[in-house]
């Protein structure tokens, strides 16, 4: 019998070619803040525990080398800068969230870790974040950029707050190549995840919103044109386990 925490809740949202960015901007913030709770689990459960895999080969790219600091960007319960500031002893961390209530659960996480010397986690806006320019070495967003209806204006705000020749990281997840593995991939999406979405979430409308974000994402070649288009330097795109994700890297 499913708890009363699984049952689940009837919700609807449109397509994410039928939002407009006002929508698309009110709909994120319902679904994350319904998803805390299960927000980690889900992540791990959904991709096999590879998101683990994909923030720790993230974290591996990223290079210090003047201000030792590191802006997360829609940080969400904090993983990516929780696992920089593992990984990094003398980096300092900072994560912004427009989602209050997955800040707050990503600051119980670093009060558990005992990192609250150095990882900061706050209320933010990607598109117009609350920091002096050249700020950091490094900025990085995991699996958020899809959700944010201006993504120019996300890339311009992450390019600002570097110095020069710091790097913009988006992690994200995206469709491999027309082939075997996107015909398995697409198979998964539309067909597997959502019913497990439904097993342990109040809210799977959320999941069916995630499918509907990653189809609609833009090809790799394009977001590494739009990464382009901001002035960032050296970008490429990085496919990870089949493409099913990609890092992608540029420099100020």
Known sequence: MKSEDAKTQSVEYPSVQEMNDDQRIGIVKDIFSSVTDKYDFLNRV???????????????EMNFFKTNRFLDVATGTGDLALDCANTYQEVNVTGVDFVQEMVEKGIEKVGFQNLNDRVDLQWGDATNLDFND????????????????????????????????????????????????????????????????????????????????????????????????????????????FGVCTLYIGQK
């Open 134 to 241: 050249n700020s950091f070495d490094v900025t990085a967003i995991a699996f958020g950029i899809r959700n944010i209806p201006d993504k120019v204006k996300a890339l311009s705000e992450m390019k600002r707050v570097v110095v020069d020749n710091g790097q913009v990281m988006i992690l994200e997840l995206t469709t491999p190549e027309p082939g075997f593995w996107r015909s398995i991939y697409s198979f998964y999406l539309n067909g597997v995840l959502p019913k497990l979405a439904k097993i342990f979430t109040k809210n799977p409308a959320a999941y069916e919103y995630l499918v509907d974000s990653i189809m609609n994402f833009p090809t790799r070649k394009e977001f590494v044109k739009l990464m382009q288009s901001v002035g960032l330097k050296n970008c490429k795109g990085i496919p990870l386990t």
């Open 46 to 60: 959904l991709s096999g525990r590879r998101d683990v895999a994909w923030r720790k080969r993230t974290v591996s």
